[in-house]
């Protein structure tokens, strides 16, 4: 009797082994099926030098924020986070290094995930500011060849051109389609679509819903602008339920809309 359940006891050990084993070695996925942060809003940094937030959009695409004077204005940047089944993809950095240290620090703290990608949508401050300390750290950091040009230009560290070749990119569960529609607000802005959350991250070629102006036009085509707009609308406007725009409160396919009007005041 005692054999026996000797025997029954060291089976139960193997098989817990062999699980272990097996479960230990999976790489299939670095995100637990049960994943999800329940809070919406998080924060990190005593003063806008330092300070990031971010906001839910759902429990895998996260909005976040830097601020940086402009004009005298307190002015907000957005940004996003994607989280897919390989760790997170960045789009676009905060304004400056030190806030991109404290976005990936609070990122880690967060979602407990590494940042395996960075997308830069153009060359200015409020998109690339941060990249040295994504390529300190030896990041993946893609944009176009016209952004690579522009940040040469501007006096940043530059982007991997990876995305004139392949505009989609696969991560793990995730698709992240980038677009250059023409110039607009930059010669090179583009916007980032995930067709699995349906949400559009317009950048800087779009507008805030409140925003009464075309903000900064110092690199603009203002000619060419309406039609780039007009662009992205065709392409996203049956799909799009989320856009984003790169400063100011993000909501739907109206700021598209809002955009056009305020360019439209323009010609």
Request: proline share 4%; net charge negative.
């Amino acid at each position: 009797m005692k054999i026996m359940i000797k025997r029954s006891f060291l089976i139960y050990l193997l098989l817990i082994c062999i699980v272990a084993i097996s479960t230990g070695c999976s790489s299939e996925s670095i995100v637990p099926d049960d994943f999800k942060v329940t809070e919406n809003f998080f924060q990190s940094g005593s003063n806008d030098n330092e300070y990031v937030e971010l906001s839910k959009i759902n429990d895998n695409v996260w909005v976040h924020t830097s601020y940086s004077d402009y004009k005298g204005s307190r002015s907000p940047s957005n940004g996003l986070l994607v989280i897919t089944s390989k760790g997170i993809v960045l789009i676009d950095t905060p304004w400056n290094p030190i806030q991109t240290k404290e976005l990936l620090k609070l990122t880690k703290d967060t979602f407990n995930m590494e940042i395996v990608l960075a997308v830069i949508t153009h060359a200015h401050a409020d998109r690339i500011g941060g990249i040295s300390t994504l390529l300190e750290q030896n990041m993946d950091v893609r944009s176009t060849s016209l952004t690579v040009k522009e940040a040469e230009k501007n006096g940043f560290k530059k982007p991997e051109p990876k995305l004139d070749l392949e505009p989609v990119i696969e991560v793990g569960d995730t698709v992240i389609e980038t677009f250059y529609p023409g110039e607009g607000h930059s010669k090179d802005n583009i916007t980032v679509w995930l067709p699995k959350y349906k949400v559009l991250f317009g950048g800087c070629l779009i507008k805030s819903e409140d925003s009464k102006d075309l903000g900064s036009t110092t690199d603009a085509n203002i000619e060419q602008w309406p039609k780039s707009v007009k662009n992205v609308f065709d392409k996203y406007k049956e799909d799009a339920e989320t856009v984003i725009p790169g400063h100011g409160k993000w909501g739907g396919i109206n700021l598209i809309e809002h955009t056009l009007n305020l360019l439209g005041s323009k010609q």
